[in-house]
Structures are given as C-alpha cells and as structure tokens.
C-alpha cells in the first residue's frame, strides 16, 4: 500500500526487469491500496507494505470482524524523523475491536542518532492509546522529540551558518572546549569537508597558498532548512564526524529550545509540574463564580522543594555503582567557572543513551535535558574528594532555599525562581473558560515575555496525591488577575 502508481517486476525468464502498473484490469488506480488491504484482512495476502503516503486512515489490525486475526507483527525499516508521524504509522495495526495486540520491531542501527530516536519512539509505544494533550491521562508531547519543526529548521541553519564561518557557533562543538580554538577549527574544517562530500556543499573551491586546504563554498536556501535531507545523507558518512555531527545539530536544537521556553514561546501543551516534594498551602481561594452555573473558580497555592540533599545524592551513586550500571565518567563535578563569585556542583551518571550523561543538581534536582559527555567535561572537573563535593553540594542546596541564581541582587526579586530550590506556584483550577479572556488580559500586563503567555500545568501532591489541572499563574501576575476577576464578578453582580 503505497502512493506509486507501478512497480518493477523481473522478467520470467529472470533476465532483466520490466514496468508494470499496479492495478489489474478489474481493479481501478484509485482503487488498488483499498484492495490490496481487503486481500491482507480476508487472510489471502499474510504480508502487507505499507508507506506513509498509501497507508493514511487504513485500519490493519487484528479486527474480530476480519477474516485474518493472526496476531499481527509491525516491522519498521525506516523511522521518519519525527516521533508524532512514527506513532502515527504505528496506529495502523493497534486499534479498538482487536483480537490481539501487535508485535513492533524497529530496525535501527547505532548511527547518526538513529538509536536515541528509536528508543524515544520505543518508550511511547509502551503507553501506545489515541490520548492527546488535553488529556488528563496523557504523557509528555512528542513535540520535543521532532526534529523537523520550526526549532530544527532554526538550529540547522544556524549549525550550517557555523560550519561555513559565516557566524559564530552557538555551542561548542563537541570533543573541544573554549580554551582550545585551534580544535574548535579542526572540527569545523572536517564538518566542511563532510558536508561536501555527501553534496550539502556545493561549488566549492580548494583554496592555495596560506589558505590552502580550505574549502570555500555554498549551502543553497532549500538546503538551509531541509532537516530530512540532513539527516539522511548524515547516515553516508563515517561514523565518527557523523555522530559528531548530529550531537552538534542536537545541542543547538536543545539550546533553540531552551531559548523559546525562555523567552515564553514554546507551546507545549499540558506541563507537569514535578518536584520531590509538593504541598498544597492552606485553604483554596474561591476567585471567581459564575452567576449562570453557579461554578467556583479556585486558586490553589502550591510549595515546592525542587532539591536534592547530600544523602540521596550519593545514596544514588552508591547504588549504581553496586548494581555494576555506572561508568567510569560517574561521580561527582564541579564548574570550572565561578558564577557571581561562587562555584557549581553537580552529580552526573551514564544514561541508557551512550555517551550521555543525566545531570543533578543540589537546587532543582534531574535535569530533563542530558549533556553529551564533551559538553560535560569542558564546563565542569570531576572531583576525586568526597568531602569536597559534600561542602559545595550542601552550601548550594542550603543557599537556594533563600535565593535565585542570580543572587541576592538579583532585578525581579522574590520572583524569580531560576535555581531557586523553594518555590511558590499559583494554579487557577475550576471553571476558566468564562474568564480565560479576563485571565489573558491581565497576563498581558506582565514585564516578562515569559508571564505573558497562558500555561496549562498538572501538579500532584506528593503526600495525599491531590491532582489540579489548571492554568498556572505567575507569583508577579496574582494580584493583576485576583483584582481583574473581582472586577468581572462586580460587573456580573
């Protein structure tokens, strides 16, 4: 089931290969893939092909209504580069009335991230359900995990802008450091020649005399944002510069990412709010109610402790070291860099990814995002005593009790929660859709681009577990949308 309109097909006497349409005299064009499905559920065909293009909105699975029940075993050759598109073919064969659920296979080698996506995509195929983002039930957005989005396309044209030195890098490239420029340009020169040679590069001039052995030339503006074409001509080079490569495309994208997030342009759906400790603070607050249902709009107060103590930190390592998962890299860091006089500490341990490590820190805990194992050693020393790294990590966790990273002198305040290990959060829950409107507008008075934006969050009371589901309001923003929804409820009184 494809959107060809022919095939190849060997000759009978085994010499050659000839064309041939698809369709057969009693089967229409249009037609065919809708046929050929029909011969797969009545049993006559056991294996079906199926391409993105040909199998949209077809149903293969195991239907109590179809002939062929046999349980049904999902073989994929090739991942798209997107994991929403890659759950969406596998829906073809896992859906209601089944008699037995599918078997998946991913084909996928250890190149060019194609083991990362692959486990990526494996991990949301365990919670496999039509669930979307509006969903109390569903996980994370796969959104994250889409290199072909608007934030590829950017962190693509600013890798290649890198590579051919018409600006700067935005990260360090991976296996170098800041102090080592002359690595950093050796690394971009392989980069060049790599691109060349699998045709992303084009016109290029070999340079003589001081410039010799380096190429000039140029990358077309179709090819600046193409991310598929990238990625697949990335799995014909040699391992090495590949996987180089693609960890440099990864760590501009998560730099991209992070930025909009920032800055309040990422839109990511339902949010979770997590953290070791959550507790709802007194009384809900009654805001708001509609005159027409007499439905309540509640403001539920929440404390976080985002940290890690000493004891659980190395309690972590201790374990992974005893269960003989840990690698050599495991352990203890700090920053190379002083930040406002003061130095960081982290822990950092192997993940399921190779050469990929999860970081926790003593003030906010896992971080979601994980550092390749070059990035972690250009920014930060393993530290051979334990007792040094118990001071730093106590001093840290205990400070940020008290302030954010920036400081006591810090502009927003109270307010602002970077690296700040206690936390106060606002959820707006109950009816919001009268006053949405209302909520907006005061969230449009806000100084930061970040508070302006309408966040839907989860949080979960670690203690009773207590779920919310609401709109998160920033500390700065309560007193604007409390004074905002008193003046609605005056009008409507």
Known sequence: MTGR???????????????????????????VNMHEKQLFMDGKKLVAIISEAGSAGVSLQADRRAINQRRRVHLTLELPWSADRAIQQFGRTHRSNQA?????????????GERRFASIVAKRLETLGALTQGDRRAGPSLSAYNYDSTYGKKALMMMYRGIMEQDALPVVPPGCSPEEPDKIQNFIL??????????????????????????????????MHDIGRFLNRLLGLPPEIQNRLFELFVSILDLTVQNARIEGHLDSGIVDIRANLIELQGTPKTVHVDQMSGASTVLFTFTLDRGIMWETASSLLDERQKDGVGSSSDGFYESKREWLGKRHYVLAFESSTSGMFKIVRPTVGESVREMPLSELKSKYRKLASLEKARS??????????????HGPNCKLGSYCTVGRRLQEVNVLGGLILPVWGTIEKALAKQARQSHKRLRVVRIETTTDKQ???????????????????????????
Do not use: H
């Open 5 to 31: 309109r022919g095939m190849l097909v060997r000759a009978a006497n085994g010499r050659g290969v000839m064309y041939q349409a698809r369709n057969t005299k009693d089967v229409t064009m249009e037609m």
């Open 100 to 112: 037995s659920a599918p078997e998946y296979r991913l084909l996928f080698t250890n190149l060019g």
């Open 190 to 223: 392989k980069a060049k020649a790599a691109l060349v040679s699998v045709g992303i590069v084009r016109d290029t001039v070999l340079g003589n005399g001081k410039d010799n052995f380096k190429f000039s030339g140029r990358i077309i503006d179709s090819d």
């Open 392 to 405: 730093g990590w106590e001093d840290e966790y205990e400070l940020s009790s008290k302030q954010c990273m």
């Open 467 to 493: 779920r919310i589901v609401g709109l998160f309001i920033p500390n700065s923003a309560v007193e604007s949308v409390l004074q905002d929804l008193a003046w609605v409820q005056d009008i409507e009184d």
